[in-house]
């Protein structure tokens, strides 16, 4: 079993920054590829970024440019810095572990925190 807490979340006005944090116990971290995503009211949850194991990013196009994911496997923690922030960003973020171990997908989820950009 992993848990997953996210904190860093809040409002913030249009343009502003956020910084998001996802700490994991009870697995091997460094194994693992880690995401964030997120869910407005009324649609469908959708991948934010992506980091896998060996370092490698991926992004929404929604955000490229604007959010960067990142990792600190001494921490156990993934984060998502979040820059140039709109309303349309609006949403709960939920921070993702994923991970093969012989052939099975093993994937947990967070809690999710809020994230409200407006002014």
């Known amino acids: 079993q992993v848990q997953l807490v996210e904190s860093g979340g809040g409002l913030v006005q249009p343009g502003g920054s956020l910084r998001l944090s996802c700490a994991a116990s009870g697995s091997i971290f460094s194994r693992a590829d880690m995401g964030w995503y997120r869910q407005a009211p009324g649609k469908q949850r959708e991948l934010v970024a992506a980091i896998t194991s060996g370092g490698s990013t991926n992004y929404a196009d929604s955000v490229k440019g604007r959010f960067t994911i990142s990792r600190d496997n001494a921490k156990n923690t993934v984060y998502l810095q979040m820059n140039s922030l709109k309303p349309e960003d609006t949403a709960v973020y939920y921070c993702?572990?994923?991970?093969?171990?012989?052939?099975?997908?093993?994937?947990?989820w967070g809690q999710g925190t809020q994230v409200t950009v407006s002014s």
């Open positions: 993702n572990y994923r991970r093969y171990i012989l052939g099975s997908l093993y994937e947990f």
